[in-house]
């Protein structure tokens, strides 16, 4: 026989599975166990989303007067006059 430890546990295995015994009581139920232990807490959720974008607010009041400007620059000199005739008197 090539392989006779195999061999003799192929047929004990065989074996034993002929003497199943179905005449054997089942065991009674004993009662019930306590309670198991709380849970642990959960995780937290995730962030909520981003509001929306508010309201575009009332428009203000107007601003008060500015203040009066500076005063302008002295003008240019006139042209010079035109010389006048000259008038000759003439003494009686």
Not at 20 to 34: E, L
Request: proline fraction near 7%; charge should be positive.
């Amino acid at each position: 026989m090539r392989y006779p430890i195999q061999s003799a546990l192929l047929v004990l295995a065989l074996g034993l599975s002929a003497c199943n015994v179905s005449g054997v009581p089942a065991a009674v139920a004993g009662p019930p166990g306590p309670a198991g232990a709380q849970g642990n807490t959960g995780n937290t959720g995730n962030t909520g989303n981003t509001g929306n974008a508010g309201n575009t607010g009332d428009t203000g009041a107007t601003g008060n007067q500015g203040n009066t400007g500076n005063t302008g620059a002295t003008g240019a000199t006139g042209n010079r006059g035109s010389s006048g005739d000259t008038t000759i008197v003439v003494k009686p």
